[in-house]
Structures are given as structure tokens and as C-alpha cells.
């Protein structure tokens, strides 16, 4: 925790005063001014580190980690991605930097690194979604799609079944879209947001009977969602049609 690290502050003074060429020392002191947000103290010192030992694990890591506390973010990715060339398995590493790379619009590179990592760790939910979001960016709507297949065979939430129901939604492709919210219930029976979307396709498939079971339960589940006065007005019209 922060007072740890607080705590650490003063030894690693002494450690680099008793030792000034140490990188090791450096890095420690360096890392415990970072995480109590002392970045104007930390930055010299890790640099300094770098400067004795480019190679040191963590100290590329460290520094890019302070740039993006300030705010720095093309200035970070060269120190994640030198980092990346030492630990090229580490999943710390490749989460940051895909999200420098999504935050700096380079999707590209965050699609072929979110799939480096989902190789890496396959029960990573995140990873997928992340992946999904990059696709997305870059205008691939299949590969998009696909991602957040693979998702919901490692995903129990439900959340990539009911993402995958609303991109089938705006394509309006009804059946694809109540398959997928029909999974996301399966997986989370409590999704109400599931349930009330597809109520919507099965009114848009004219399922009327099935459409107004769904708005129901929707408005069960969640009776102060802005939606739930809608709901049950389009249910109480559903019934009316003989739904």
C-alpha cells in the first residue's frame, strides 16, 4: 500500500547515497516515489537508473508509467514497448500498452497486441473486450463480431452475448440478434437490459406474445429503469394485438 511505499523512501535514499552507481537501487526508490505520486522526485531518479542499466526489468516500465500519470502518452509507449522487448510475456506490460495504443489512436497496433495477449492469457475476459473495442475503431465489423463469440464461450456475465446482440440489432438482422440476447439470458438471467432489448426484436419479428413476456420481466427486474414506463405501455399495446 501507499504508506509501504512511503516507508521505502527513505532506505532507498540511503541505498543510492551508500551506492550511486546501482541501478537495482534506483528503481526501487524510483517505483516507491511513483506510487505516492511524488513524480517530480521520481522522474530524475529513474532516469538516472536507465542511464546505469537500460536493460534493468522495470525501470522502462516505471517510466512510462509516470508519463502517463502526467498525462504524457506518446511519450510513454517507447518505454512500454522497450519493456515489451524485455518481458515479452508479461500481461502488466501488454495491458498498459494496448490501452496506449487505443488512447492514441493507433489501433492497428492494439489489435495485433490484444491478440498477443489473448494468446497469451484465453481467460482474460477483458482482453476480448478491449480486442473487440479495437476492431471496431479500425472498421472491421466481422472481425468485431467474431471477438465477442470468442468472448462468450470464456465470459459467464453474459455481456459479450448482449454487446454481439446489439451490433446485430443495428444491422437489423433480428434473428442473429435474438439468438444472441436469447444467450446473454441464458448465461445471466438477470440481465435486464438483455431482456428488454429482446423484447424489441421480437417485436420486430412480430413475436408479439414472446415480445411482451420479455418487456415483463425487464420491467420485473428493473422497475425504476427510464425505460420501464415505455416498456410497459408497449406491452399493455402488445396485448391489446393479442401478444
Known amino acids: 500500500d501507499e504508506r509501504k511505499y512511503a516507508e521505502a523512501i527513505a532506505p532507498g535514499k540511503e541505498a543510492i547515497a551508500a551506492n550511486p552507481a546501482s541501478a537495482e537501487a534506483h528503481l526501487y526508490l524510483g517505483r516507491a516515489l511513483l506510487q505516492v505520486e511524488n513524480l517530480a522526485e521520481a522522474e530524475p531518479i529513474i ?113 459479450a452475448f448482449y454487446n454481439l446482440g446489439n451490433m446485430m440489432f443495428n444491422k437489423n438482422e433480428m434473428v442473429k440478434a435474438a439468438d444472441s440476447y436469447q444467450r446473454a439470458i441464458a448465461q445471466s438471467p438477470g440481465n435486464a437490459a438483455a431482456h428488454y432489448q429482446l423484447g424489441l426484436v421480437y417485436v420486430n419479428l412480430a413475436k408479439f406474445k414472446e415480445a411482451v413476456v420479455e418487456l415483463d420481466t425487464f420491467v ?18 402488445l396485448r391489446k394485438m393479442g401478444g
Open 47 to 159: 532516469k538516472k537508473g536507465l542511464e546505469l542499466d537500460p536493460l534493468m526489468s522495470g525501470l522502462n516500465f516505471d517510466m512510462a508509467m509516470l508519463y502517463i500519470k502526467k498525462g504524457r502518452l506518446m511519450q510513454a509507449i517507447p518505454y512500454l514497448e522497450k519493456e515489451r522487448e524485455l518481458n515479452p510475456e508479461a500481461p502488466s506490460v501488454l495491458s498498459n500498452l494496448g490501452k496506449l495504443y487505443v488512447d492514441t489512436s493507433q489501433f492497428d497496433k492494439a489489435v495485433a497486441l490484444y491478440e498477443s495477449l489473448i494468446t497469451l492469457s484465453p481467460d482474460n475476459v477483458e482482453n476480448y473486450g478491449m480486442l473487440a473495442d479495437a476492431y471496431k475503431q479500425v472498421g472491421n465489423t466481422e472481425k468485431e463480431m467474431e471477438t465477442y463469440k470468442r468472448m462468450g464461450a470464456q465470459d459467464s456475465s453474459g455481456m
Open 220 to 237: 420485473k427486474l428493473s422497475p425504476k429503469d427510464p425505460k420501464a414506463t415505455e416498456a410497459k405501455s408497449l406491452a399493455a399495446d
